[in-house]
């Protein structure tokens, strides 16, 4: 996976390919699809969600430009396994989901695989996180017509953002950095996400 899917395509971050060897993406799914864990798809995790492509978890803690120190907010937990890798990556992880029955499980998915460390709330993440703000970068795994403000203002300065913005069935992964004349917006890679449900969302 690392190599195939990853290095081949330009995930160059060391730090990130060690992190995505590192995480059992198995135990992040339901038992009938562990033989298809290492993928090069999205896969389903129930709820009509899906766990996330392993290379755009691997896309999005790149553009986090992620150093080890951070406090980092990831939006539409899922399945758990991008916090899980953005566990290896950082000091502090809270994720965020609004399924509960979701937020259950992949909490005791990463207690399973080692992370007790992340904390999984249960909630409406276009609203962000605001008892836990700010933070120095921010995941969201789930598609967004536009760039939702709480998000945004819940960054530390020079913080990331990084997000698919788009369209319902297609996006563009767009990086976005709070900077004192406001947001600075990087359009990279072409991606199709679930929709981002809630109040800075989809509706
Ligand atoms: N990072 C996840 C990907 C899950 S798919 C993984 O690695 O498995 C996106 C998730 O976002 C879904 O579980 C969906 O329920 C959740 N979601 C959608 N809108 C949300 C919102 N407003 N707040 C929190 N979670 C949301």
Known sequence: MVEGQLRDREISDTRVLAAMGRVPREVFLPPEWH??????????????QTMSQPYMVARICEELALTGREHVL??????????AVLAELVERVETIERIPALAERARSSLREAGYDRVRVHVGDGTLGLPEEA?????AVAAAASGIPPQ???????RGRLVIPIGKRRVQRLQVVVRSP???????????????????????
Not at 134 to 138: K, N, S, T, V
Request: net charge negative; hydrophobic share 35%; with cysteine.
């Open 151 to 157: 998000l945004y203002e819940q960054l530390k300065p």
């Open 35 to 48: 033989g298809r864990a290492y993928d090069d798809a999205a896969l389903p995790i129930g709820e009509g």
């Open 134 to 138: 700010p933070f120095d970068a921010i």
């Open 74 to 83: 990831d939006v539409g937990t899922g399945s758990g396994y991008q916090a």
């Open 181 to 203: 004349e406001g947001p600075a917006v990087l359009r990279t890679v072409p991606c199709r996400f679930v929709p981002l449900v809630g109040e800075g969302g989809f509706g």
